[in-house]
């Protein structure tokens, strides 16, 4: 089987080959049918995200260990089982839950595996699915996802529960406008689910006019340049006053700042990107204003048991994806790097 792996931080990813492994225990081997290239895939590769005033936070450090397999938003067809596996059968397609615990923490034991202070994500700090074929540890991080495209499916492993995770932080998601920071994959994966959800109205933020425009047909009710000199003005004019849930899906010095300084009172500035930065807040106003700042890490695996049940209710999120032949992983993850892509990129195995 093939594998596109980091060798080194900084390098594109290097293709390598080993036999096919076979599955112990409880485990469950898929042949991939779709994996979803993901920003953080970037970061990933370089080995860091920038901590703002020059800090670094390795990955190294976070227990990252290389040669790794890349690729945490996959889509599979099981192939073969172990011997204590249970609740799957050869030829189910699945879709991955790749935020995996260790299981016997705190946080694992209440179902939060995205918690768990010694994540075995796959696709992170373990193989991933951008290979011909996955090794799953648990079939309880598999969702069947009957007659679904593979390719429109898989970005909901990370996307699809990192948005889903943080659009449940807003407690007024039905009654007020949310603000969303960031329209690429992400930002759109957001608008669609915001409005399955029930969701007021989406006013989405981003400093490129194409994806403000891909937002716009997205659904989102108005759209801010985030770059302009008075997007916080703008954005307080279109919430009436000030957001009352603001999702920042970049995660930069600039969106963190348009974002908290977007709030109502009482308002609440949910983080989710991992671009990078930091941001320096006085502290009397977060008491006197009563605003919230919380980061959200992708999801647990009861909220992707209640996305998938969503989205098998009300259908896949609209998202544009392309999809490309796996080979072509470097290629995509530079796209990516560039800004050049409006949506998802998915690859295929099965295509090259
Ligand atoms: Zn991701
Ligand atoms: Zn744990």
């Given at each position: 089987m093939r594998m596109f792996q980091v060798c080194t931080c900084g390098q594109p990813l290097q293709c390598n080959e080993q036999a096919t492994p076979e599955p112990k225990g409880a485990e469950v081997l898929l042949k991939v049918l779709a994996a979803g290239v993901c920003h953080s895939d970037l970061h990933l590769a370089d080995g860091w995200f920038d901590l703002g005033g020059g800090k670094r936070l390795s990955l190294a450090d976070r227990g990252m260990k290389l040669p790794v397999t890349l690729g945490h938003e996959n889509v599979g067809e099981v192939v073969a089982l172990g011997p204590?596996?249970?609740?799957v059968k050869v030829g189910d397609r699945v879709l991955v839950d790749p935020w995996i615990g260790c299981g016997t923490c705190g946080p694992c034991l209440r179902n939060e595996d995205n918690l768990c202070t010694a994540m075995r994500s796959l696709g992170v700090f373990s193989n991933g699915g951008y290979a011909d074929y996955l090794m799953v540890p648990h079939a309880r991080y598999l969702f069947d996802i009957g007659n679904m495209s593979p390719e429109r499916a898989a970005p909901l492993a990370c996307s699809g529960v990192t948005t889903f995770g943080a659009l449940k932080k807003v407690a007024t998601l039905k009654t007020e406008p949310t603000v969303i920071i960031g329209a690429g994959g992400l930002g759109l994966m957001c608008l669609a689910l915001h409005q399955k959800m029930g969701g007021h109205s989406a006013i989405v933020v981003d400093i490129d006019p194409a994806k403000r425009d891909a937002a716009l047909k997205g659904g989102a009710k108005a759209v801010v340049d985030g770059g302009a000199a008075d997007a916080v003005d703008q954005i307080k004019r279109l919430t009436n006053g000030g957001a009352w849930g603001v999702i920042d899906l970049v995660g930069s010095s600039q969106s963190a700042r348009v974002g908290c300084d977007s709030l109502a009172k009482g308002g609440k500035y949910v983080i989710v990107g991992l671009y990078g930065g930091d941001l320096t807040v006085s502290l009397p106003p977060i008491a006197m204003r009563a605003v919230g700042i919380q980061g959200s890490y992708v999801g647990s695996v009861p909220e992707m048991a209640e996305l998938m049940e969503l989205v098998k209710r009300t259908g896949l999120p609209d998202v544009p994806v392309a999809t490309r032949p796996l080979s072509q992983v470097n290629e995509a993850t530079a796209d990516l790097r560039a800004g050049k892509i409006v949506g998802r990129v998915v690859l295929q195995p099965a295509a090259g």
């Open positions: 204590d596996a249970k609740g």
